[in-house]
């Protein structure tokens, strides 16, 4: 049974950071792409960084370019995201996924698994 579980959200203030963690397992984590999305009330689930199975390969949506940072550790089966200069529109669900090719993940055109979500609320 492959497990997403994301922790580290909670209520901060804008300039603060944050660290989201995802825990997976049920499988070879090394052997999948991971990343992180977003969903904010009333919006649609929105791309935010992803990372290939080596941790060599990183992308992101423009908006949080300079300031969030994916990263994973392969032996923990475990992926990271950094947030630092945290505004109030980086409020939401936070997602942690994993699928074939860190372009299958960042289009969503192929998501083999999803976690639970964690909420970051930034207030002003």
């Known amino acids: 049974q492959v497990q997403l579980v994301e922790s580290g959200g909670r209520l901060v203030r804008a300039g603060d950071s944050l660290r989201l963690t995802c825990a997976a397992s049920g499988y070879p984590s090394g052997s999948l792409a991971m990343g992180w999305f977003r969903q904010a009330p009333g919006k649609v689930r929105e791309f935010v960084a992803a990372?290939?199975?080596?941790?060599?390969?990183?992308t992101y949506t423009d908006s949080v370019k300079g300031r969030f940072t994916i990263s994973r550790d392969n032996t923990k089966n475990t992926m990271y995201l950094q947030m630092i200069s945290l505004k109030p529109e980086d409020t939401a669900v936070y997602y942690c996924a994993a699928g074939s090719s860190i372009f299958a993940v960042q289009s969503k055109t192929r998501i083999d698994y999803w976690g639970q979500g964690t909420q970051v609320t930034v207030s002003s």
């Open positions: 990372i290939t199975w080596s941790g060599s390969g990183k």
